[in-house]
T-cell receptor, first 119, second 119 residues
Framework: AAGVIQSPRHLIKEKRETATLKCYPIPRHDTVYWYQQGPGQDPQFLIS???????DKGSIPDRFSAQQFSDYHSELNMSSLELGDSALYFCASSPPRELKDYPGTDTQYFGPGTRLTVL | AQTVTQSQPEMSVQEAETVTLSCTYDTSESNYYLFWYKQPPSRQMILVIRQEAYKQQNATENRFSVNFQKAAKSFSLKISDSQLGDTAMYFCAFMKTLMNNNAGNMLTFGGGTRLMVKP
């Protein structure tokens, strides 16, 4: 079965540089979530998109922005990178709620993550 | 706001034995889901099991089962016949649910329990 795809898997940047993380949801999934997991921490919700519109915003810094495109893939743009941005960034997707019989409704499926290291 | 608490930072169990991981949560919501996710050393987030709050029957998935006590706001995970591959960090997670779309459906995670299965 197709899974969530994230690219790149690893990224090394210098302070004050920019980074773009990409997420391709499972086919037919219309909602994308972004989470940040720092070292030794639990994942923290950043932002989500439903049908190409921002649906919720969590603890996402103003230096970060994100969007969902017409093909439902999403990109997280990170500018003026700081050492504290070093973390594992997960993307998750979920299927449309109106598909009540669709397997996995109301469940988020995670991608493998992008490990960002800021030097 | 919801909070999720996992009071056991680390646990260990002998191979083939049974172990129970604890999770408590606090919410004023009436409709929600609870999940257990497994994060092995690869850092992939893998769904283990989910429970709908409106269902009284405890969810089971092969060797994994939960004890859901809604009044007590408790959601423990039991792993039977533990295997070496069960060694991982386990996260309990809460998600409120809305009727019409996926807005507001971000996951709130507990701090995690690191489980070591010993041969």
């Amino acid at each position: 079965a197709a899974g969530v795809i994230q690219s790149p898997r690893h990224l090394i940047k210098e302070k004050r540089e920019t980074a773009t993380l990409k997420c391709y949801p499972i086919p037919r999934h219309d909602t994308v979530y972004w989470y940040q997991q720092g070292p030794g921490q639990d994942p923290q919700f950043l932002i989500s998109f439903y049908e190409k519109m921002q649906s919720d915003k969590g603890s996402i810094p103003d230096r970060f922005s994100a969007q969902q495109f017409s093909d439902y893939h999403s990109e997280l743009n990170m500018s003026s990178l700081e050492l504290g941005d070093s973390a594992l960034y997960f993307c998750a997707s979920s299927p449309p709620r109106e598909l009540k019989d669709y397997p996995g409704t109301d469940t988020q499926y995670f991608g493998p993550g992008t490990r960002l290291t800021v030097l | 706001a919801q909070t999720v608490t996992q009071s056991q930072p680390e646990m260990s169990v002998q191979e083939a034995e049974t172990v129970t991981l604890s999770c408590t949560y606090d919410t004023s919501e009436s409709n929600y889901y609870l999940f257990w996710y497994k994060q092995p050393p690869s850092r992939q987030m893998i769904l283990v099991i989910r429970q709908e709050a409106y269902k009284q029957q405890n969810a089971t998935e092969n060797r994994f089962s939960v004890n859901f006590q809604k009044a007590a706001k408790s959601f423990s995970l039991k792993i039977s016949d533990s295997q070496l591959g069960d060694t991982a960090m386990y996260f309990c997670a809460f998600m409120k649910t809305l009727m019409n779309n996926n807005a507001g459906n971000m996951l709130t995670f507990g701090g995690g329990t690191r489980l070591m299965v010993k041969p």
